[in-house]
Structure formats: structure tokens, C-alpha cells
């Protein structure tokens, strides 16, 4: 399994999960869980923070759980990692990444189930400035087409 650690300090702190199958949760303390995935679950993890002027940081990673002995990325407050395939850091480029994953949810597909190459080339064009292709009913049902043929 994967761990995400998830906290919320009121208008400090706030880790969360944008997307994701949470396959367990433990509570660790009022402000604390932990939030498990299985392997080849596919889930968004949020963090900012903020001071008494406004937000001073944003991230958002798109993640894949790793199975036992598969090579993966080390993330913070991840363990023990996961296959990265988005990352992006600064307020702009994460509203960026969660408008992209409320187009996928409008195209009336769960993100978790949206093709990993779709996470990867946001990253690379929301990275680069640039507009990305819109992750569309179509598109997902050659991903799943591809996915079959590989099973």
C-alpha cells in the first residue's frame, strides 16, 4: 500500500486528496490521517500553505501507487513513493492542473480512470505554457481499448 499523509491546520496547512480510490484511512491525530492506496491506483494529492500575508506555497502531484519491488518517485508526505506523472508547483500552474481534472470529470470520466499518459502530457504542457489537449469520452475509450489489449 501506498500512505499519503494528510493534514489541515484552519487557514495554515491543508493536504489533501483531489481524486483518488482511498483504499483505507487511519487517524493519526485531530489534524492528522493517513490515507492508503492500493498498487496501480492512480490519485491527486494537494498542499498549500499560507501565512498571514496570503498562500506561500501550492503543489500538486498525480500519482500512481507502485507495487512491492516496483521502481518509484519519492514524493514528500508519500511513502514509500509512487510513479510520478504530474507535478507542478505555484498557484497558477495547480489551478491549471485542477481546472484539467474538473474537464475530465465533465467529460463524464473518474480521473482515477483516465489514461496515465493524459496526467503526464498536462504535466509537460502546463510545464511548458502551453495548452493542452482536452482528455475528451473518445480519448478515454481508446485508453481503455489499449488497456485491454494489454491485459
Not at 498571514?52 to 519519492?74: F, N, Q
Not at 480512470?113 to 469520452?137: F, K, M, Q
Request: net charge positive; hydrophobic share 40%.
Amino acid at each position: 500500500m501506498t500512505d499519503v499523509e494528510l493534514i489541515w491546520i484552519s487557514q495554515r496547512l491543508e493536504h489533501r486528496i483531489r481524486f483518488g480510490r482511498i483504499a483505507g484511512e487511519r487517524i493519526v491525530t485531530p489534524r492528522t490521517r493517513i490515507a492508503s492506496f492500493l498498487p496501480g491506483a492512480i490519485f491527486a494529492f494537494t498542499r498549500w500553505s499560507s501565512n498571514d500575508y496570503g498562500t506561500v506555497h501550492s503543489r500538486i502531484d498525480i500519482l500512481r501507487a507502485t507495487s512491492p519491488g516496483e521502481a518509484y518517485t519519492t514524493a514528500p508526505f508519500v511513502r514509500p513513493g509512487g510513479e510520478l506523472l504530474l507535478s507542478l508547483q505555484g498557484s497558477p500552474k495547480v489551478a491549471a492542473a485542477l481546472a484539467a481534472i474538473d474537464a475530465v470529470e465533465s467529460a463524464g470520466v473518474d480521473p482515477c480512470d483516465a489514461a496515465p499518459d493524459h496526467w503526464r502530457h498536462l504535466h509537460n504542457r502546463i510545464s511548458a505554457g502551453e495548452a493542452a489537449r482536452p482528455y475528451t469520452a473518445e480519448r478515454h475509450a481508446a485508453w481503455l481499448k489499449r488497456k485491454a489489449l494489454d491485459q
